[in-house]
């Protein structure tokens, strides 16, 4: 029997809901725990969390890990850690949306990398067109913030990392790897976290809002992206992840108040414009963004 039109929309909800969770999660990291702890408490706090959660989730220790596979993982889990300390030092100075953008840039590059079709200049230009509306080059006053702008490119870089070393992984169960890797990542920030927030980081208020955050920004959107990729042709779900800049700026807006301007809009619609023609045209190479995008960011 073919599916209802119902059943055929539930996946793409499941998307959606899944990048909206993520950017519900980092909105309320900056909000709340920033102040408290800092970028580096913060990343701490909920890579920290969402490790345990994903750990309890998969229990990992019931499939068996060889030497290759774990040296896989383990670069796959620091690259990991890396990519969200540096993203959350970027939200530091600059807006959430706008971070997302910046940083989306990585998992892009890597599929055009892949890919090497002539169409894929076009969407070269386009990525390339919105990081300069974004980036600091001295011609307004408006520029982003350089340091910020530096972490968010580093971020870039390590997304770009987790999905060369993830692909070495791919064949091990994604609860697997997940699991592992946010462990990996988790020891990788925790110190660096403790080193700046210290004491503050065992607080209640502190401790209850990271499990909240970690919930939200890691078991909701694996579960619902675990039941679409199921569900969705993989070139649909890059497409649907695509969405996440866009999706991080409005978040950012209703529930930080931070407001873009209309070249900011412009330079993330360009982005995502780059993002979802990729995902289209690429085939299953575009698709690897998608597939590995990190759950703890």
């Known amino acids: ?41 913060t990343t701490a706090v909920r890579v920290g969390f969402s490790a345990l959660l994903v750990l309890l989730l998969w229990r990992p220790w019931r ?6 596979d774990a040296r896989a993982v383990i670069l796959y889990g620091a690259a990991l850690g890396a990519m969200n300390l540096m993203f959350y030092m970027s939200l530091r100075t600059l807006p959430f949306g706008l971070a997302v953008a910046i940083e ?61 070393f993830g692909k070495r992984a791919g064949h091990l169960h994604a609860g697997h790897t997940v699991s592992l ?4 990542a988790a020891l990788v920030v925790v110190p660096v976290g403790v080193v700046h927030a210290g004491a503050a980081l065992l607080s ?24 679409a990729l199921k569900r969705l042709p993989k070139e649909a779900f890059g497409i649907m992840i ?9 978040l950012a807006l209703m529930l930080l108040g931070e407001h873009l ?3 900011q809009w412009l ?11 990729t995902a289209v045209t690429a085939g299953r190479p575009a698709a690897v963004a998608g597939e590995q995008r990190p759950q703890a960011v």
């Open 63 to 68: 499939w068996h890990l060889s030497r290759t």
């Open 1 to 41: 029997m073919s599916a209802s039109p119902l059943q055929r929309f539930v996946p793409f909800l499941a998307v959606l809901g899944s990048v909206t969770a993520l950017g519900i999660g980092t909105s309320w990291a900056k909000h709340w725990l920033f102040p408290m702890v800092g970028a580096q408490g």
């Open 242 to 250: 695509s969405m996440e800049p866009a999706v991080a700026a409005v």
């Open 204 to 227: 209640p208020t502190v401790l209850l809002i990271g499990v909240a955050v970690a919930a939200v920004s890691s078991a909701i959107p694996i579960s619902l992206e675990m039941m």
């Open 104 to 164: 989306f840039s990585g998992p892009l590059a890597v599929a055009i990398w892949s890919s090497r079709r002539a169409v894929d200049f076009v969407w070269v230009a386009l990525a390339m067109a919105g990081l300069a509306l974004l980036l600091p080059l001295g011609l307004n006053s408006s520029a982003l913030d350089p340091v910020g702008v530096m972490y968010a490119l580093g971020a870039a870089v390590a997304w770009a990392l987790y999905i060369v």
């Open 181 to 184: 890797g946010l462990l990996v």
């Open 261 to 263: 301007s209309a070249i």
């Open 267 to 277: 330079a993330i619609g360009l982005i995502v414009s780059a993002s979802m023609g």
